[in-house]
């Protein structure tokens, strides 16, 4: 059982910036995928970002392309998201997940792609 672990979330003004981490428990981790999404109060988890493991394809969401870098540490089996040019849209909770499984273009921006997931962590922009 992959136990993912997020920290690095917090308030911040508009226009400023955050990072994320997400860490993998298992010291033998491998994964196809690791993503990040977001859930903001009554709404559905929403896609951000994803990272493939050993190639390192990156895939973003259109609203935050160019202001959001997804990243990984393999070494350290951690998955970064840092976070540029913060708007109050972008408040909401975000979770890290690990896809197990190999993922298309598609089902790589899916919640249902991923078999693993984080507690979340909380962003929250002011205006």
């Known amino acids: 059982q992959v136990q993912l672990v997020e920290s690095g979330g917090g308030l911040v003004q508009a226009g400023g910036s955050l990072r994320l981490s997400c860490a993998a428990s298992?010291?033998?981790?491998?994964?196809?995928?690791m993503g990040w999404f977001r859930q903001a109060p009554g709404k559905e988890r929403e896609f951000v970002a994803a990272i493939t493991w050993n190639r390192g394809n990156t895939y973003y969401t259109n609203s935050v392309k160019g202001r959001f870098t997804i990243s990984r540490d393999r070494a350290e089996n951690t998955v970064y998201l840092q976070m540029n040019s913060l708007l109050p849209e972008d408040t909401a909770a975000y979770y890290c997940?690990?896809?197990?499984?190999?993922?298309?273009?598609?089902?790589?921006?899916?919640?249902?792609?991923?078999?693993?997931w984080g507690q979340g962590t909380q962003v929250t922009v002011s205006s």
């Open positions: 997940a690990a896809a197990g499984r190999v993922l298309t273009i598609v089902t790589i921006k899916e919640v249902a792609g991923y078999d693993y």
């Open positions: 298992e010291r033998t981790f491998s994964s196809f995928a």
